[in-house]
């Protein structure tokens, strides 16, 4: 079963606006991360938020975690038609750091010039 | 790319035949990664491997094996391939402490 749950699976905004990504996890976790994939492309990590951490900030991109709730937010700000992408948040677990990643199903953001 | 390569990048074969990924990295990293990724799924983790010889099972291993003999290189088996392993595979190393992904292009596998 998968670790991370993305909401929306789609997301169609117009260039200029705000996206908002969420994702839902299970279990603790040491951080989350999220990624983006261009199609057919692999994927390319954007930002990593450790599990003391609630908020961070890169570039356009801000991302949240409350562990309370076991959800993340990213929010990619005055977006391009360039952020057409699939993104996906990534729970990483274990006793040792790079044990493993559990990935989400992905939201699939277009946005129109 | 982070010096991952996948090979081969495309592949084609029939049900029953054995099929090989390779997946080589240039920079000694330590946890090695193959994932496949299906239309709802995402990425399903495979197998992965801690080192040298040393590998463990992920949330999708049946079916599939993995060898990891040197530290650039880990290969996935598909001892007879089946239409349901018909995907995308990805292979992926972490970096770092906090376990940053990167990831290889892709092959993307079809099974007749």
């Known amino acids: 079963s998968q670790q991370g749950e993305e909401d929306p699976q789609a997301l169609s905004i117009q260039e200029g606006e705000n996206a908002t990504m969420n994702c839902s996890y299970k279990t603790s976790i040491n951080n989350l991360q999220w990624y983006r994939q261009n199609s057919g492309r692999g994927l390319v990590h954007l930002i990593l938020?450790?599990?003391?951490?609630r908020e961070k900030h890169s570039g356009r991109l801000r991302v949240t975690l409350d562990t309370s709730k076991k959800s993340s937010s990213l929010l990619i700000t005055a977006s391009r038609a360039a952020d057409t992408a699939s993104y996906f948040c990534?729970?990483?677990?274990?006793?040792?750091?790079?044990?493993?990643?559990?990935f989400g199903e992905g939201t699939q953001l277009t946005v129109n010039p | 790319d982070a010096g991952i390569t996948q090979s081969p990048r495309h592949k084609v074969t029939e049900t029953g035949t054995p099929v090989t990924l390779r997946c080589h990295q240039t920079e000694n990293h330590r946890y090695m990664y193959w994932y496949r990724q299906d239309p709802g799924h995402g990425l399903r983790l495979i197998h992965y491997s801690y080192g040298v010889k040393d590998t463990d099972k992920g949330e999708v291993s049946d079916g599939y094996s993995v060898s990891r003999s040197k530290t650039e290189d880990f290969l996935l088996t598909l001892e007879s391939a089946t239409s349901s392993q018909t995907s995308v595979y990805f292979c992926?190393?972490?970096?770092?402490?906090?376990?940053?992904?990167?990831f290889g292009p892709g092959t993307r596998l079809t099974v007749l």
């Open positions: 938020i450790r599990s003391n951490e």
């Open positions: 990534a729970t990483e677990e274990g006793e040792t750091s790079g044990s493993r990643l559990t």
């Open positions: 992926a190393i972490s970096v770092g402490l906090a376990g940053v992904g990167f």
